[in-house]
């Protein structure tokens, strides 16, 4: 579990970054360098579209999409793997709204890279087709990326309502202490189940923190071994 802990933290630490390069592209590079000042309109261009192939705003991209697709993945095997237990069901669905979002990311960036090296190749071959060739290739990236805009907030919308049941994120990392965990699972009064993890908010604060350990206290992952130690009697975590 600690494995999986600290992969589902560097995960999310990818996602944000991936986020603020994509967000950086959209917002900066891309209507200032390549001209699409109209979003509604400039990406349907595929005039424009064929000027911005391999430029550093697309490529980025195309690789940032990659990056995100596979950490939502891992991020949402260990969100899983840890609401399994109170919520077994809507683990279920936030794993699977992971898939679906990493998928979609992943689809995209596939169409933004290998994808751009075989339409070039099919344009090459078929001058008269290229702006078809253009278009179905928009299509297809357009589609995915629906998905995985779609997966995205279903993902973030399954992890709140988790997180709202089970009062995982009440507290934040640097304020999680082993003697300050709440009481254990009890399988018999869900109503009494805490969790005692890092909200997935403060991934990075707590990539920087994992290998420092709070005054008086202990690491977080040996707080959540300790959690999840504890067994299904109604024995708990000491805490005050």
């Known amino acids: 579990m600690r494995q999986l802990q600290k992969a589902?933290?560097?995960?999310?630490?990818?996602?944000?970054?991936?986020?603020?390069?994509?967000?950086?592209?959209?917002?900066?590079?891309?209507?200032?360098?390549?001209?699409?000042?109209?979003?509604?309109?400039?990406?349907?261009?595929?005039?424009?579209?064929?000027?911005?192939?391999?430029?550093?705003?697309?490529?980025?991209?195309?690789?940032?999409?990659?990056?995100?697709?596979?950490?939502?993945?891992?991020?949402?095997?260990?969100?899983?793997?840890?609401?399994?237990?109170?919520?077994?069901?809507?683990?279920?669905?936030?794993?699977?709204?992971?898939?679906?979002?990493?998928?979609?990311?992943?689809?995209?960036?596939?169409?933004?890279?290998?994808?751009?090296?075989?339409?070039?190749?099919?344009?090459?071959l078929n001058p008269d087709q290229n702006t078809g060739i253009l278009l179905m290739t928009t299509i297809f990236r357009g589609m995915v990326n629906i998905l995985a805009i779609a997966g995205l907030g279903w993902f973030a919308g399954m992890i709140a309502w988790c997180g709202r049941k089970t009062g995982t994120f009440s507290k934040g990392v640097s304020d999680l202490r082993l003697d300050q965990c709440p009481a254990g699972y009890y399988e018999s009064d869900l109503s009494a189940h805490r969790f005692c993890l890092y909200p997935v908010a403060a991934a990075v604060d707590a990539v920087a923190r994992s290998a420092h350990t709070e005054p008086g206290g202990q690491r977080l992952a040996e707080c959540t071994d300790q959690y999840h130690a504890v067994p299904s009697s109604r024995a708990s975590v000491p805490h005050r």
């Open 8 to 124: 589902a933290m560097i995960a999310a630490f990818l996602i944000v970054a991936g986020m603020l390069i994509h967000n950086l592209n959209a917002l900066y590079f891309e209507p200032y360098t390549l001209g699409f000042e109209d979003k509604a309109k400039d990406y349907g261009d595929m005039a424009k579209i064929e000027n911005a192939i391999w430029s550093y705003s697309f490529t980025s991209s195309g690789i940032t999409h990659i990056v995100v697709g596979f950490s939502l993945m891992i991020l949402g095997l260990f969100m899983s793997e840890f609401f399994k237990r109170a919520l077994p069901i809507a683990a279920k669905l936030v794993f699977l709204s992971a898939v679906l979002s990493g998928l979609g990311f992943l689809l995209t960036g596939i169409s933004d890279i290998p994808g751009t090296v075989y339409g070039g190749i099919l344009r090459e």
